[in-house]
């Protein structure tokens, strides 16, 4: 039996297939790259930042650009960022001479490690080359090697980092912080600085007393623009040959809040359901993403204390722009304005929370965790007598 093909994806979308929109943002950023700026690239998680960084990479490479991309996620200490650093320049220029052999000769403070695979390819690594040097000693070591493969490559460069606010967590995040931006403010080469965790990302770019701070440019990923979404999303449909009512396409747009990997994936679970596309198949396919959402709901909350939970949870039922309001305090039953304060504040550093607009209500950042947690309210409340 022929397997029908999905036209939504649920991984990061490749630079060569369909985009919903984003032509504005890929222009500007593209624009920012070439012109050798730094940006700050921030938004909710899975809104798209990788792949629409990774499109603008894509362009700048057809243009004879060389970009680096660098994945800070999960990065456990400076040793790390370093190796972090040399494994992509190495990555990027393997197989591409004379820049492989620029970037053996002035990459000092690490050495690749090539290993075939099974596949017939080979497997990257990188180890120290031997000076003795860690921490920032070895960090700055990295970056001077960074600074000579960008002044002798003879080609632009552009340089990612993703999840970027990784490095706060790390021992003596402020002197990390220092040694990134004392080399890259030498670096002729533009860097996009991409994160989800928005307040902590922004917090390294605009506080006074930080090393980065006004050192790029704040440029914020929104939600997809309705009208473009549902057209997009009824075009995607008929490539892989089903119909879609305009209305039923307005309505997944309303249930995913304009969020770009919700609607792929509520979308993708329709297409997948069979029959015909209609508002009842709609409700079917919102059901099968929640289940499958949930245990990721689960994680989070098992991550959070209980006081942060129950404010999470009340959020989600009753956004409100006085959360450390009596009235609000007392229906959730969150005790003191102290504790409310102290939670918000960390709901908020975890991107669990926003506040969308000065005096907007605070609300749940996720919209269908949103939904998850209001089901789980509802659950709780007692059946007819």
């Not at 902590?200 to 770019?205: A, D, Q």
């Not at 005790?335 to 550093?349: F, I, K, P």
Request: aromatic residues 8%.
């Amino acid at each position: 039996m022929p397997v029908e093909k999905n036209p939504f994806q649920l991984q990061e979308i490749p630079p060569d297939a369909p985009f919903c929109d984003r032509e504005r943002e890929l222009a500007e950023l593209l624009a920012y790259a070439r012109a050798g700026g730094n940006v700050v690239v921030y938004s909710p998680r899975r809104y798209g930042k990788t792949s629409l960084v990774k499109r603008v990479q894509d362009r700048l490479r057809v243009d004879g650009a060389v970009t680096v991309f660098v994945d800070f996620f999960g990065v456990t200490s400076v040793d790390d960022v370093a190796a972090r650093l040399a494994k992509a320049v190495f990555r990027v220029t393997h197989g591409r001479e004379p820049l492989w052999r620029t970037a053996l000769r002035v990459m000092r403070s690490f050495r690749p490690v090539l290993k075939p695979d099974a596949g017939g390819g080979f497997t990257l690594t990188v180890e120290p080359a031997g000076t003795g040097a860690t921490g920032l000693e070895l960090l700055e070591g990295t970056m001077e090697s960074l600074g000579a493969f960008v002044r002798e490559g003879g080609a632009p460069v552009q340089v990612t980092l993703d999840e970027f606010q990784e490095i706060v967590t790390l021992r003596g995040a402020l002197s990390v912080e220092a040694a990134l931006r004392r080399h890259i403010q030498g670096h002729r080469a533009s860097y996009f600085f991409v994160g989800s965790r928005r307040r902590v990302l922004l917090g390294i770019f605009n506080e006074r007393q930080r090393p980065f701070f006004r050192a790029a440019i704040n440029y914020p990923l929104g939600p997809l623009p309705p009208e473009d979404l549902a057209r997009y999303l009824v075009e995607r449909f008929a490539a892989g040959g089903r119909t879609c009512p305009p209305e039923v396409a307005r309505r997944l747009v309303e249930l995913a809040a304009g969020h770009p990997y919700y609607a792929q994936k509520l979308a993708f679970l329709l297409h997948t359901g069979g029959g015909r596309i209609c508002l009842k198949a709609l409700d079917g396919a919102l059901e099968r993403l929640v289940r499958s959402e949930a245990p990721v709901f689960e994680a989070v909350l098992q991550g959070i204390s209980p006081h942060q939970r129950r404010l999470l949870r009340a959020l989600a039922f009753e956004p409100s722009a006085a959360p450390l309001g009596a009235g609000f305090i007392q229906r959730h039953g969150l005790g003191s304005v102290g504790g409310v304060q102290h939670s918000l504040r960390r709901l908020e550093e975890l991107d669990l929370v926003e506040r969308p607009a000065p005096g907007a209500p605070w609300r749940v950042v996720d919209p269908v965790l949103g939904l998850w947690l209001r089901r789980q309210e509802e659950d709780r409340l007692p059946g007819p007598a």
